[in-house]
Structures are given as structure tokens and as C-alpha cells.
């Protein structure tokens, strides 16, 4: 009822409803009516009363729900069912649970802050309270297992793409993270449930640092990580950012799994990236080795030419890429 209410204030925009059209409406007394603001006051919107006029939205709260981001939305399936809370352990652990419980294709977990929140081989991710995107999508493709991992560029092509919406030129770290001059503003960690020849499901967490302050990221992670906010001096619009990224990600998913094309994806991360042309370092289980970064293949494979001289094909997995001088230089 309450979200019925807010909607009915929400489509009028900054026209007053009246008392009497909500009662007439819901067939509820003006009493009830009352208690039933009160509940959307308390969650956050400033709502406007004037007798005989009735109630109009003043403002509204800085949430990731789907009444907020809807009108920014043009998906036909990625986000039209946005699962939100205000504090959660990791949205990709929540979304794999509800993905096994059968939640369907294209449905957003969306969570204000993540007290556990998961990047790859079991590290954390630090998701600060209304200062990110943390999110999964449940994503049930019908692929084959060795392209799964490729989900994970279609991801960072589109939230590259979001985010140059907003005016921010970013580059892309092959595989799973996006980057400004070398540090991290977002990061992707695609995890699969299926069998050799099939795909039950994959989950696709994003963590964006998006009005993250200062004193919002660890000691440690200085060198390594940044935020929008601190790069571009501004506030940046979550809402907006969010539908952004679920529109650019549905147009890029569509081409390639529904239509087998994946060439957009790999040119923006190409165009984009950060490796290419660079000494890198890959670590994979403890080992390292400097190689230099070539190019990206049409594949999505990242190409490197080894210390003696030979080239190699990368397929993301395990392998973690360092720069030479630090996280990403
Ligand atoms: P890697 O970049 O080493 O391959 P992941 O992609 O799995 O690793 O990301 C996890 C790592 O990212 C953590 O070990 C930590 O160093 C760093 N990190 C954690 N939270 C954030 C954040 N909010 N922004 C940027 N980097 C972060």
C-alpha cells in the first residue's frame, strides 16, 4: 500500500493529489491515508501536505529502488525486478541464493551497503553505506561454459559506457575492473553455477565507488582505489548511473548472446584499455611473471608476449594483473 501510494505521488510529479483521490483510489480512510505517509516520511522522502490541495513529493531519498530508477530505465528484462536492501552481506551471495531458489533471468540485487561484500579468490570488497553501486544480476544465458567468461567484459564494456554517460572517461583493466590513471573505481566478479555443457545460472556482482569520500577508503587500498566523486570533484547521480549501466549492459548482453556478436564489447574494451601496450605482472596462484600486454583478441582472450619473447593467449580465470610499479601502472 504504501508503495501504491508513492506511486500515485510519484506519477503526479509536482502536481498535489488529493486526499480524496488516494481514498477513493485504494478505499482507504484519510486516517489510514496519513499513517501510510508517515511510513514513506520516514523512509525518506519529504513530502509536501496542504489542506484542501492534499500531498505532493518535495524530494526523495538517495535509494537504489526500483521506484527510483525506473524512469531512467529502458530494459525490456535486465532490472525490471530489483530485489533492494538497505544492508546485506554480499549481493552476490544473496543473488546465488535466490538464483537457486529459481529467481528469474535479468533480476538486480541491489544492496545500500555490503558488510561482507566479495571481490575474486575470496578477497573483500569495501561497500560503504549509500556511497556505491553494489549489485548482481541473476543471468541464466544460454552459452556455452567456455564463454561464460566473457559475460564479465560485456559487464565492463557497459559500465564503461555508463559511466562515460555521465561525462567520466574511464579505461578498462582486462578482465573485471574499471580504472581512472590506475585505480580502481569499479570492480566485476562473475560466478557460475552449471555443468561441463551448460549454464544453470551466472551471477554478475559490480561494486562502483561512486560518492566515496577520503576518509571512505581504507589505508591500504590509497594507492589502489579511487572513487568518481574524488576524481571529478562532483556528486554523481547513483539512480541515474545505475538504469545507465542496466541499459547498456541489456543492448551488449542481447548482441552477444542472443545474437552471437560479441565485436562491440571486445572493441570497447580494446579502445579502452589500460594493458595494452604495457609491462604487466600476472600472478596466478601465487606465481608471478612480467610479460607485456599486446592487444585483446577477438576472442576476448588478453594477448602478451612473455618474457622470452613468445606470444601467449590470456583467458581471464585466476590471473590477476598488476603493473609494474604498482596496482595498475
Ligand atoms: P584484483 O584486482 O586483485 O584482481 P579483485 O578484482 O578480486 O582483485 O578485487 C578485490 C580487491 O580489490 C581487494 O583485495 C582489495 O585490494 C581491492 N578492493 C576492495 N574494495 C575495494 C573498493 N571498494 N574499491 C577498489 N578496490 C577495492
Aim: net charge neutral.
Amino acid at each position: 500500500m504504501n508503495y501504491k501510494i508513492l506511486k500515485l505521488l510519484k506519477d503526479s510529479g509536482e502536481d498535489f493529489v488529493s486526499g480524496q483521490k488516494i481514498s477513493e483510489e485504494f478505499g482507504v480512510s484519510r486516517a489510514a491515508i496519513w499513517k501510510h505517509i508517515n511510513i514513506i516520511k520516514e523512509a525518506g522522502y519529504e513530502i509536501e501536505a496542504i489542506s484542501r490541495k492534499g500531498y505532493r513529493i518535495i524530494s526523495s531519498p538517495d535509494i537504489l529502488t526500483f521506484g527510483e530508477i525506473k524512469n531512467f530505465l529502458t530494459t525490456k528484462y535486465i532490472g525490471k525486478n530489483i530485489i533492494h536492501y538497505e544492508s546485506i552481506s554480499s549481493t552476490n551471495s544473496k543473488a546465488k541464493e535466490l538464483a537457486e531458489m529459481n529467481e528469474e533471468h535479468g533480476t538486480v540485487i541491489v544492496s545500500e551497503e555490503q558488510t561482507l561484500g566479495r571481490g575474486r579468490l575470496g578477497r573483500n570488497w569495501v561497500s560503504p553505506k549509500y556511497k556505491g553501486i553494489w549489485m548482481s544480476i541473476i543471468l541464466r544465458p544460454n552459452i556455452i561454459t567456455q564463454n561464460a567468461s566473457l559475460i564479465t567484459l560485456v559487464g565492463a564494456a557497459a559500465v564503461q559506457r555508463a559511466i562515460k554517460k555521465m561525462g567520466i572517461e574511464t579505461s578498462i583493466k582486462w578482465p573485471n575492473d574499471i580504472v581512472i590513471d590506475s585505480k580502481k573505481v569499479c570492480g566485476i566478479l562473475t560466478e557460475m553455477s552449471g555443468e561441463i555443457d551448460h549454464i544453470n545460472y551466472l551471477i554478475m556482482g559490480i561494486g562502483i565507488n561512486v560518492n566515496l569520500e577520503e576518509e571512505d577508503i581504507p589505508i591500504e587500498l590509497k594507492e589502489s582505489a579511487t572513487s568518481l566523486k574524488l576524481e571529478t570533484g562532483k556528486y554523481i547521480d547513483r539512480k541515474l548511473l545505475l538504469a545507465n549501466i542496466l541499459n547498456e549492459f541489456e543492448d551488449l548482453y542481447n548482441d552477444f548472446v542472443l545474437n552471437g556478436n560479441i565485436k562491440e564489447t571486445i572493441d570497447i574494451c580494446r579502445e579502452k584499455s589500460i594493458l595494452i601496450g604495457r609491462e604487466i605482472q600476472l600472478v596466478n596462484r601465487g606465481k608471478v611473471k612480467i610479460a607485456k600486454a599486446v592487444d585483446i583478441s577477438d576472442k576476448g582472450e588478453l594477448i602478451i608476449e612473455n618474457d622470452q619473447g613468445i606470444i601467449e593467449h590470456i583467458v581471464s580465470g585466476e590471473v590477476s594483473i598488476r603493473g609494474i610499479y604498482g596496482y595498475g601502472k
